[in-house]
């Protein structure tokens, strides 16, 4: 898979918010009712993440959908 700069950068919001949250991977999938192996693609920018995904992480860590995407803008 080629390397996608927004995905990238998706990724690593997810992963400052939830280090910040001092959330682990499997807590943030919990919280979120996703997988942990997804939330890993997630921060590695594997994972062309569907809205409600984005709204699922939104909710679990506390931020509006907006806040995760800030960094893409």
Same mark, same amino acid.
């Given at each position: 898979?080629?390397?996608?700069?927004?995905? %990238? %950068?998706?990724? &690593?919001?997810?992963?400052?918010? /939830?280090?910040?949250?001092?959330?682990?991977?499997?807590?943030?999938?919990?919280? @979120?009712?996703?997988? /942990?192996?997804?939330?890993?693609? *997630?921060?590695?920018?594997? /994972?062309?993440? @569907?809205?409600?995904? *984005?709204? /699922?992480? @939104? %909710?679990?860590?506390?931020?509006?959908?907006? &806040?995760?995407?800030? &960094?893409? &803008?």
């Amino acid at each position: 898979m080629t390397e996608n700069p927004e995905l %990238k %950068k998706f990724g &690593e919001q997810v992963r400052r918010l /939830r280090i910040l949250r001092d959330f682990s991977q499997e807590k943030l999938a919990e919280r @979120a009712g996703l997988h /942990r192996n997804y939330i890993g693609g *997630i921060e590695r920018g594997e /994972r062309n993440i @569907a809205l409600l995904n *984005i709204l /699922r992480l @939104a %909710k679990a860590l506390g931020v509006s959908p907006s &806040e995760l995407l800030k &960094e893409i &803008e």
